[in-house]
């Protein structure tokens, strides 16, 4: 399966999430992103205030398979 422009999209919403997290919970990237199935998740190798490691994670799922989470 290649990459199509809404593939390429996902992945650069993706990523502009995964830096609002990182910069709510006060982490910073500290690696490669490595994106999951489907693309549904992604994570980087990251660190603390502390310089302590952590690991940074992004989740994506419809609405509708959230099971009311919401």
Known sequence: MGDTMADAAH???MLAFLGQAAHRLGRKAAGQVSFG???RTLGVP????DG???WIRVV???VQWVDGAF
């Open 37 to 39: 199935w489907l693309d």
């Open 52 to 54: 302590s490691g952590c």
């Open 60 to 62: 994506s799922e419809q």
């Open 11 to 13: 992945r650069d919403r």
């Open 46 to 49: 990251g660190t603390r205030a």
